[in-house]
């Protein structure tokens, strides 16, 4: 079945480092990705999307590119900030006979980002 | 984007009792989905709600361990019954919304832990 693997964490970086969280993923078809970011305590917000091969979801300075040829979904920013330490969550959209569109997760990367 | 509340919160159950979360949006919706992150974990789908039907469950959940009611299109509830440590969680409620109408939006969630 469908299914997302991303990096073990959690991920400690210094202010300004470059993040980079890999995320590959394996489906029949042709899935949306996307990104969900969980800041303690809260819910889960979107922080972007692709809905298609070479499609790049950008977004607050994190983008990712859907890669088909790799079935990756790569999240990365340039310089992180401390504002930026949460959880990370790549998922996919599966199409069943259903078309229900249920999310698969990813297990979730802890990002922790000192000063 | 939708705006979605969730009451309550957080709870502190006993074990044997069942509590009702309840989902409300600010717009009308066709699907709705409640989803368990178990602690340190990721997501898990439990049922999708569409409204005027019955509830569509993931394998692993059962209608009478988790009923789901959705009597109209901007309201859901979903009963956490007979409760044990296990179902110990953050219980959310997700719509899906947009363009493309694959992209879901999650409420806050209900911090439920049961003694």
């Known amino acids: 079945g469908d299914s997302v693997t991303q990096m073990e964490g959690p991920v400690t970086l210094s202010e300004e480092a470059f993040l980079t969280i890999n995320c590959t993923y394996t489906a029949t078809g042709y899935p949306s990705l996307f990104w969900y970011v969980q800041y303690p305590g809260e819910g889960l917000q979107l922080l972007l999307k692709?809905?298609?091969?070479?499609d790049k979801g950008s977004n607050k300075g994190f983008e990712a590119t859907y890669r088909k040829e790799t079935t990756s979904f790569h999240l990365e920013k340039g310089s992180v900030q401390v504002s930026d330490s949460a959880v990370y969550f790549c998922a996919l959209s599966a199409y069943g006979s259903s078309n229900t569109g249920k999310l698969i997760f990813g297990q979730g990367t802890t990002l922790q980002v000192k000063p | 984007s939708a705006v979605i509340s969730q009451k309550p919160s957080r709870d502190i159950c006993q074990r044997g009792t069942s509590l009702t979360i309840q989902c409300q949006v600010d717009s009308q919706v066709t699907m709705m989905f409640w989803y368990r992150q178990q602690p340190g974990q990721s997501l898990t789908l439990i049922a999708t709600a569409n409204q005027g039907s019955e509830a569509t469950y993931e394998s692993g959940f059962v209608i009478d361990k988790f009923p789901i009611s959705r009597p109209n299109l901007t309201f859901s509830t979903l009963t956490v019954s007979n409760m044990s440590p296990e179902d110990s969680s953050i219980y959310l409620c997700s719509v899906r919304q947009g363009s493309a109408a694959d992209t879901q939006y999650f409420g806050p969630g209900t911090r439920l832990t049961v003694l």
């Open positions: 692709a809905t298609k091969a070479d």
